[in-house]
C-alpha cells in the first residue's frame, strides 16, 4: 500500500477538526463523564466505517452523481443538526442530578451514528482520498479493510481524548450559568453546523 504513514497523518487531521461528532462527544462527556462519551464515540466511529463501505460501493458512487440523492441526504442530515441545536439550547443543566435516571448509552450511541451517516460530506471523504493511498498491484479490499480499519480506531482514539479534556471541565458545570453557556454554545454550534450543511454543494 502506497504512503500509509501520510493517510494515517492525513486521517488524524480530518478526525481532530471540529465538526457536529466533535461537538457531540464534547457534550456527551461533559453531561455523563469521559465513560458516558464512549457509546456516542463508538457510534461516530462505525457510522464512519459504514460511510466509508458505502463509498466503495454502487451507493457511494449514486451519491457522488445523483445531484437528487445528495440533496435529499444532505437536507435530512442539515434537519438532524438543526434539532440538535435546539436541544442543546434548550439545556438548562448538563450534569443530571443523582436522582433523575441518564440518558440511555444506547440513545447516545444511535444520535452519534445518525450524525455521520446523514453527512453527504463524509463519504465524498472517503471517495475522494481512498483511492490515492490504494495500489492497484494489492489486494483492493485488504487495502479498503485496512484505511477503513484504521480511521475507524482514530475516531476512537481522538474522541475519547476529547472526551477526557472535557471531563476536567466538569465541576464548573455543576453550577447553573456554566450549564446555561455550555448548552447554549454547543446549541449555536450546531445550529451553524446545520446551516453550513444546508447551504453546500458538491
Not at 492525513?10 to 457534550?27: F, I, N
Not at 436541544?87 to 455521520?116: C, D, G, N, Y
Not at 472526551?163 to 456554566?178: S, V
Request: charged share 10%; net charge positive.
Amino acid at each position: 500500500m502506497a504512503s500509509y504513514g501520510l493517510f494515517l497523518i492525513l486521517a488524524a487531521l480530518t478526525v481532530l477538526s471540529p465538526g457536529p461528532g466533535v461537538v457531540l462527544t464534547l457534550s456527551n462527556a461533559l453531561r455523563h463523564g469521559w465513560s458516558g462519551a464512549l457509546p456516542g464515540i463508538l457510534g461516530i466511529a462505525l457510522g464512519a466505517f459504514i460511510v466509508a463501505g458505502l463509498s466503495a460501493s454502487s451507493v457511494g458512487l449514486i451519491l457522488a452523481t445523483s445531484a437528487t440523492v445528495f440533496t435529499v441526504l444532505k437536507y435530512v442530515g442539515a434537519l438532524y443538526l438543526l434539532y440538535l441545536g435546539v436541544k442543546m439550547w434548550r439545556t438548562q443543566r448538563f450534569i443530571p442530578a443523582l436522582t433523575v435516571t441518564a440518558t440511555q448509552p444506547w440513545r447516545r450511541f444511535v444520535e452519534a451514528l445518525s450524525i455521520q451517516l446523514l453527512n453527504p460530506k463524509a463519504g465524498f471523504f472517503f471517495l475522494a482520498v481512498f483511492p490515492q493511498f490504494i495500489s492497484p498491484q494489492d489486494n483492493y479490499y485488504r487495502q479498503f479493510f485496512l484505511l477503513v480499519s484504521s480511521y475507524a480506531l482514530l475516531v476512537v482514539l481522538v474522541h475519547t481524548g476529547y472526551a477526557l479534556m472535557a471531563n476536567g471541565a466538569r465541576g464548573w458545570l455543576l453550577t447553573n450559568r456554566g450549564a446555561r453557556i455550555v448548552g447554549k454554545l454547543s446549541g449555536i454550534t450546531f445550529f451553524c453546523f446545520g446551516v453550513l450543511m444546508a447551504s453546500t454543494s458538491k
